[in-house]
């Protein structure tokens, strides 16, 4: 039985170094009610700090991935009985609180796999999987930025990271601001996803594959990568340069330098510590 228990998320190694965290509410399309958006942080915390995990993938269970916000969530944040300021005042403390439920996964230090089947919608299409390292989905995938249709600008990472992907600003606007469905073709056109699968299953074995060929490099180097990419994503090159140096005068003295070295002089494979 995996350590990890969760009411939203079923979470399990799958594999070397490998965990596969799947949101857990199949009957109602694994939408994000309160329980989720706060086991969300505290599973990818305690993953980012497991050291037996180098790579998590990160899927919805039964007919889709993920339909947004709960709407019975998103109905509850009108609190009538406050005043106006109050109010403003609870209503920003609750979208830092989400923001950070979908930060967490940004911030874990490992790598994270986006396997999309069926709907993505919502809080958890863009939103969600933006936060992610790499999206993989199945044909049947499909996503929607729906939140100008539930009355709001999307306000927990979309119309952040979203644009940073895809590197296409008119589209961007036409997706946010008409809210329509697009598929996994467009989605893989864009940039958005890097592959497309036949089915959920062939979606699950290409996410293990590449989570598992991952898992295999060296963890020093993954995590050194996936921090500066953040850094540098949101800072000049210079910036970035600069961050990189500081890393690697330490994380070149890393005894993985030295294993991967000799792996590639005898042409065998290595083998690295978990961090
Ligand atoms: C501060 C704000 C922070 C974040 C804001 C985020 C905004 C958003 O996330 S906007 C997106 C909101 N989501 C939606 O609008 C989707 C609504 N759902 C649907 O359109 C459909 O259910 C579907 C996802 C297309 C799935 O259709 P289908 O497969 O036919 O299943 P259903 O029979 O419709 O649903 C089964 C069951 O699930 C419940 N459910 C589905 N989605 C949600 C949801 N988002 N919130 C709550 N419940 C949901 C649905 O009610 C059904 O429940 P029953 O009890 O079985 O009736």
Not at 45 to 50: P, Y
Not at 97 to 105: A, L
Not at 140 to 167: C, H, N, W, Y
Not at 250 to 264: F, G, P, R, Y
Request: proline share 3%.
């Amino acid at each position: 039985m995996s350590s990890y228990q969760f009411n939203t998320l079923q979470v399990e190694q799958t594999g070397d170094n490998v965990y596969h965290v799947q949101l857990n509410r199949p009957d109602k399309r694994n939408s994000i009610d309160d329980d989720m958006w706060k086991e969300i942080p505290q599973c990818f915390d305690s993953l980012g700090t497991d050291s037996s995990c180098r790579v998590i993938i990160l899927s919805g269970a039964g007919k889709m991935f993920c339909s947004g916000i709960d709407l019975s969530v998103l109905a509850m944040l009108h609190d009538p009985n406050q005043e106006v300021a109050r109010r403003a005042i609870a209503m920003r403390i609750a979208v830092k609180k989400f923001q950070d439920t979908f930060t967490s996964i940004e911030k874990c230090p490992k790598p994270v796999i986006a396997s999309i089947h069926g709907g993505c919608i919502g809080a958890g299409s863009i939103d969600m999987t933006s936060a992610c390292d790499i999206r993989l989905c199945s044909q049947d995938a499909f996503f929607s930025i729906k939140e100008v249709d539930m009355g709001l600008a999307a306000d927990v990472g979309t119309l952040q990271r979203f644009p940073k992907i895809v590197g296409n600003d008119s589209l961007v606007r036409e997706l946010v601001y008409t809210a329509r469905n697009f598929s996994a073709t467009e989605a893989k056109d864009i940039g958005f996803v890097s592959s497309v699968h036949a089915d959920a299953k062939t979606l699950t074995d290409a996410s293990i594959k590449l989570a598992t060929n991952i898992a295999s490099k060296s963890p020093v180097a993954i995590t050194g990568s996936k921090i500066n990419m953040n850094y540098s994503r949101d800072h000049s090159v210079d910036e970035g340069l600069n961050y990189i140096a500081n890393w690697n005068m330490s994380m070149l003295q890393s005894e993985d330098l030295m294993t991967s070295v000799q792996a590639a002089m005898t042409k065998t494979p290595p083998k690295y510590k978990d961090l």
